[in-house]
């Protein structure tokens, strides 16, 4: 079984769509989980970053996490074709950055 | 120049070529990594360096060879390469010594590699 499971998609939605991005995930000792997009021929960038179990928004995205269930979620409210890419979960025990476990990536595509 | 630079942006190399891949960082940071990425794969960590000593190496084939003469400089030398080694190769910076685990790389753009 991989520590981290990821639908690699692709998923197609309509501009102004909300978008759904999940992983699972089998360690229960993770304890920091984040989401990198990545667009075409680029690196992937940080997007977001939560620390353990909960919420968290940053204008129209939101990241969720359910530890109970070993589940994170990405959430995009009102899609735009910007928001075209790639997008990987990524988590890691703490302490040390290097640790950091992907998932294989869910490729989004946001059609206008 | 600004952020992780990566020479060169594409590589093509025949099974017995020898080859080098450059990244160099201008954040300041003192860790650098080396990611494999390929098709419908997760990032596959190779490398890590802090303070420009070895401190990760994840059972990668002795064919691939790291060097960091510093902080800023990361090497990827290649030679022998196989065709299942075609992939995009990421170098990555951060700063560690803060113990938060925020998990925050910076990457640059890539090396995609084609081994023929």
């Known amino acids: 079984q991989k520590e981290v499971e990821q639908d690699p998609g692709p998923l197609s939605v309509p501009e102004g769509a909300i978008v759904s991005l999940n992983c699972t995930y089998s360690?229960?000792?993770?304890?920091?989980f984040m989401w990198y997009r990545q667009y075409s021929r680029k690196g992937p960038e940080l997007l977001m970053y939560?620390?353990?179990?909960g919420n968290k928004e940053d204008g129209r995205f939101t990241a969720q996490v359910d530890k109970s269930s070993k589940y994170i979620s990405l959430f995009i409210r009102d899609s735009q074709p910007s928001d075209s890419a790639t997008y990987l979960c990524?988590?890691?025990?703490?302490?040390?950055?290097?640790?950091?476990?992907f998932g294989t990536g869910t490729l989004l595509a946001v059609q206008p | 120049e600004t952020g992780v630079t990566q020479t060169p942006r594409h590589l093509v190399m025949g099974m017995t070529n020898k080859k080098s891949l450059k990244c160099e960082q201008h954040?300041?940071?003192?860790?650098m990594y080396w990611y494999k990425q390929s098709a419908k794969k997760p990032l596959e960590l190779m490398f890590v360096?802090?303070?420009?000593?070895?401190?990760e190496n994840n059972s990668v084939p002795s064919r691939f060879s790291p060097e960091c003469p510093n902080s800023s400089h990361l090497f990827l030398h290649l030679h022998t390469l196989q065709p299942e080694d075609s992939a995009l190769y990421l170098c990555?910076?951060?700063?560690?010594?803060?113990?938060?685990?925020?998990?925050?790389?910076?990457f640059g753009e890539g090396s995609r590699l084609t081994v023929l």
């Open positions: 360096y802090n303070f420009k000593e070895q401190t």
């Open positions: 939560t620390y353990s179990s």
């Open positions: 360690n229960s000792a993770f304890q920091y």
């Open positions: 990524a988590m890691s025990y703490g302490g040390a950055t290097n640790k950091l476990i």
């Open positions: 990555a910076s951060s700063q560690e010594g803060g113990g938060s685990g925020t998990g925050e790389l910076f």
């Open positions: 954040l300041g940071h003192n860790a």
